[in-house]
Structure formats: C-alpha cells, structure tokens
C-alpha cells in the first residue's frame, strides 16, 4: 500500500507541475488567506469499501462547525492548509464493524493543496476544485488504536457566492501510518462541509486602488485661449 502512496503522490505533484499556466508572468491568486467553519462527517466504520455513504450507520456528524481552517495560497495554484477537527462516536453508529461505542475523534492535519483555478479563469471564478495531499494525527478514544498518524489524500471545491465569501466541499482519505497501512481499521474516511471566508491579495488590491485614485495625474492641463486685445 506504500508503494501505492508514493505512485498516488507522484501523480499529484507532477500533475500540478504539469497544469501550470503556460507563458503566465502574473498568475491570477484567488485569495492570500482563507478561514473556515466546517461540519464534518466521520467514516469509521473498519469498511474499506462499503457503506461509503450510509449516513445513518456510518457518519459519525455533529450539528454545528468542528473543523476550523487556516489556509495560505502562494503561487501557480499552490497554498498549504491546517486543519484542526472534532468528531464523536455514538453507540448507534458502526465503529470498525461494531456498534456501541462511544468516543471521540481529535485530529490536526498540515495538508499541501493544487487548486485548478488557473486553468479556466477568468471565464468561471466562482468555481474552484482542488487536491489535497498531506500528513495528520489523530487521537480517538473508544477504539483499539488510540494515536494514529495519518497521510492524507483527498479532494474538494470552493464555490464562490459573492468575491469574499464562498461554501467548501471535500472529502479525505486518512491512512493510519502502520506496518499494515491497508489492512488497519484505523483508516477512516472525513467529509466536510462549510463556509469560508478569503482576503484578496493586498499587493494587487493596492496597486488596482492606486491607478483609480491617481488616475487624474495624468490628465495634462487645459490650456485657455486668450482672445487678442483681451485683459
């Protein structure tokens, strides 16, 4: 499962390198800082593939925010996030293939992520998927491995409502860093969902204001005709 890790991470890191725009001197930076208040949804059902959307056996959800995150975009669609969240186990919900247990689900991720804007905007900036590719720990109670590091691979997508303001959409894949990285049922599945907010980049928003608030500095003045004989 390992090697698989590495060929998935490969894949990501050179697809990003490859969708670069080609011949852009100044790409366009959707934000420079974005926060979020996320509800999330925990898939811990010891299932590899089953039950993937059996919200009522297997998602483990709170009705308020639990996840909070701190992202920082950079350059050609790169930004890094970190992700902070809290999930409880209920005796009703399927914990690795058994019901009743109660518990709690603490985890903490540093996620690298490529967003696509760059390869259709401006025709459609109110839409914005993206990769997630990073490294988390978790901390649960109620099962057999309580501390688990994790490697994270996901994906997800930003819609914009208004230019600050937008909803978020992902899912990630947490791999329980172990001798047996496939077979552990310390692997769960995390679905999220929630409002963000972004700051533009300062940079260009100064330069956009300067050339309106001084565009009259390049007015020349008028020049006033005097008629002959006049005072």
Do not use: C
Request: no cysteine; proline share 5%; glycine share 8%.
């Amino acid at each position: 499962m390992l090697k698989y890790l590495f060929i998935a991470t490969l894949i990501f890191i050179s697809f990003g390198a490859y969708a670069q725009p080609y011949k852009t001197i100044k790409p366009y930076k959707p934000y420079k800082w974005m926060v979020g208040l996320h509800l999330i949804a925990v898939d811990d059902d010891g299932n590899k593939f089953g039950n993937l959307f059996d919200v009522n056996s297997s998602w483990n959800i709170k009705p308020f925010p639990t996840r909070f995150t701190l992202d920082r975009y950079f350059v050609y669609g790169w930004s890094i996030e970190i992700a902070a969240s809290y999930a409880a186990y209920t005796p009703d919900k399927l914990v690795n293939d058994s019901t009743g247990r109660e518990g709690i689900n603490l985890s903490i991720d540093f996620n690298a992520k490529y967003s696509f804007y760059n390869l259709y905007a401006p025709r459609a900036r109110w839409i914005e998927p993206y990769l997630i590719a990073g490294v988390g720990f978790t901390y649960r109670t109620g099962t057999a491995d309580p501390y688990v590091p994790t490697v994270n691979l996901g994906g997800g997508i930003n819609l914009w409502i208004v230019n600050w303001f937008g909803v978020q959409l992902s899912s990630t894949a947490k791999f329980a860093v172990y001798t047996k990285v496939w077979d552990t049922k310390s692997n769960y599945l995390q679905h999220n969902a929630g409002l963000v907010f972004r700051t533009l980049d300062n940079a260009k928003q100064k330069n956009k204001n300067s050339r309106k608030q001084h565009k009259w500095t390049n007015k020349q003045p008028k020049k006033i005709k005097r008629r002959k004989g006049g005072h």
